[in-house]
């Protein structure tokens, strides 16, 4: 069997789970909107109480929140591994997929998977569109594809960091609680990288790239043309980071003890 | 009582067993506030201060929110949820104690270790790095302490409560999110509640999330200071005592309609 016809056969077992907990299914679209409008809020209310964020307006800063949505929603998607080391490593499910004739993080990521998280995408557009028309924006005829291939870029370099941590769990089974600090700090990635000293900048740009999922792909286009390097390495940044990833898990799979029964 | 400071014990133990991934977390903590003291810097341009918190009184609060969330913080509803969804409930009903205190037990031992051994250090690493303002002032402290501990009863209520709601409706994954989401915004951990427009502060005053994390913050950042401290923990105990209420419905209720799904 091919992987695209096993991730059809998943997507339909997905589906019928999802039915059987129809109320659930409407709170969890419900608690992702909430989600997605606490950061907006977190905006606005500092915009309540100054003007500039070091030269950036409240509109173009909205903007960036909405391009970051995109990527955003495709990572939490597809990549639910969170709760990998819970799930998988303590429990010993992981003893179930190795046995198993497919890639062991492909059959992960299918088991994880959260379809209703693609609802994301649509808040981000209008999110971006809003804030687009506010600040009078135009679009090019290569806006389109170069946003595609920013918003790829962007959703992998978000998997490459969480498969990372989440390999960190062959070697050492315990628990971490890093997760929910780590997507804290993907926060920062969203607001202009020039506010944070060296150090942070440094680490946002080039060990945590959480900036490539937020500002430097969005100052493209808000024509801020001193970013442009940036915004082009994007993709770059996302296929590396991926690529070691993937390369991690496949040393470190290895590695696995099964520790539950 | 014995029974439950055995559980207290063994949770601290247990956790105890795997501490050395929690040095990984004192980094992360560290790079986290670093980055929200520049965010704040920049939010702040030049300005003396914002609704009375100078850059430096809103770094302290930033840093004592995220220490104090690893002491109150637990993830008991999601356990309840398992239990209940595998059936194991069923087995922890019959034993000698009650079930609900016995989580919350289980919970003080997880928030007792995290206090140790990684609220402490990542807070003394921060205070090396960047301009905290800690206070001389002994009874500041003091009411620190029991500002944590009362935000950690409420943080657990809500938690039970949550949980709980597993036995009506069976997959309870999209309400714990959304609490997850509610508390982050209305406890005040990433914004002061006083940032807030009035209208939408006074609104939040009939709600618990504020005392979660908004008042032990303000407190240690002397935010609040004199009267306002009483006040605000008098406040804190209150709802301890309300949100008794709902959980005791709830667990009545629960029992009666409890379906065991497996096992």
């Not at chain 1, 990288?193 to 490539?212: C, E, G, H, K, S």
């Not at chain 2, 929690?22 to 003291?37: E, R």
């Not at chain 2, 201060?49 to 637990?74: C, E, H, K, P």
Request: with cysteine; proline share 3%.
């Amino acid at each position: 069997m091919s992987h695209l016809s096993i991730f059809v056969q998943y997507v339909g077992q997905y589906m019928k789970t999802r039915l059987t907990y129809r109320s659930d299914m409407v709170v969890e679209i419900m608690s992702d909107l909430l989600f997605q409008a606490v950061n907006l809020i977190f905006i606005l209310v500092v915009f309540g109480h100054t003007n500039l964020l070091s030269g950036w307006s409240k509109d173009e800063i909205i903007f960036i929140y909405g391009f970051f949505l995109v990527p955003f929603a495709l990572f939490s998607t597809f990549f639910n591994i969170w709760d990998f080391n819970e799930r998988y490593i303590v429990k010993g499910e992981l003893d179930r997929i190795l046995t198993r004739p497919i890639h062991s993080l492909f059959q992960v990521i299918l088991e994880r998977m959260e379809l209703e998280s693609m609802f994301g995408v649509v808040t981000g557009l209008a999110v971006m569109f809003y804030a687009g028309s506010n600040l009078g924006l135009t679009i090019s005829w290569y806006d389109p594809l170069l946003f595609l291939l920013f918003v790829l870029g962007g959703a992998f370099v978000y998997a490459g960091i969480f498969i990372s941590l989440a390999t960190i769990s062959f070697w050492s089974d315990s628990r971490t609680d890093i997760m929910p600090m780590m997507y804290n700090i993907g926060n920062f990635g969203r607001y202009p990288v020039d506010i944070y000293n060296q150090i942070i900048r440094y680490v946002l740009t080039w060990i945590l790239p959480f900036a490539f999922v937020g500002v430097y792909p969005a100052a493209f286009f808000l024509d801020k043309t001193e970013w442009y390097g940036y915004a082009y390495l994007t993709p770059v940044m996302g296929i590396f980071f991926f690529s070691l990833s993937i390369f991690l898990w496949n040393i470190g799979v290895t590695k696995y003890r099964g520790a539950g029964s | 009582m014995g029974k439950y400071l055995e559980m207290i014990r063994i949770r601290f133990l247990m956790m105890l067993a795997y501490r050395t991934n929690y040095y990984s977390g004192i980094i992360i903590y560290s790079i986290n506030i670093a980055a929200y003291y520049f965010l704040w810097s920049a939010i702040y341009g030049g300005k003396e201060d914002i609704q009375g918190l100078s850059v430096i009184q809103m770094t302290t609060y930033i840093a004592v929110a995220w220490m104090a969330r690893a002491f109150y913080f637990n993830n008991i509803d999601r356990e309840i949820a398992i239990e209940i969804k595998e059936g194991k409930v069923a087995v922890e009903m019959i034993r000698p104690y009650h079930y609900l205190n016995m989580k919350t037990m289980a919970a003080l031992g997880e928030g007792i270790f995290r206090l140790f051994f990684f609220s402490v250090p990542g807070m003394f690493l921060v205070s090396l790095v960047f301009p905290l303002q800690f206070s001389a002032n002994p009874a500041t402290w003091g009411f620190f302490g029991i500002s944590i501990l009362l935000s950690f009863v409420i943080n657990t209520q809500i938690n039970l409560m949550t949980g709980i709601f597993t036995f009506f409706i069976f997959n309870n994954d999209g309400l714990m999110r959304a609490k997850r989401v509610v508390i982050d915004l209305f406890s005040g951990l990433i914004l002061p509640i006083s940032f807030y427009p009035g209208w939408a502060q006074s609104g939040m005053e009939w709600f618990p999330f504020m005392y979660i994390s908004y008042v032990p913050s303000m407190i240690f950042s002397e935010g609040f200071v004199g009267q306002q401290v009483w006040n605000a923990l008098m406040m804190q105990g209150l709802w301890c005592l309300l949100l008794l209420v709902p959980i005791q419905v709830l667990w009545v209720l629960a029992k009666k309609q409890m379906v065991i799904q497996g096992g």
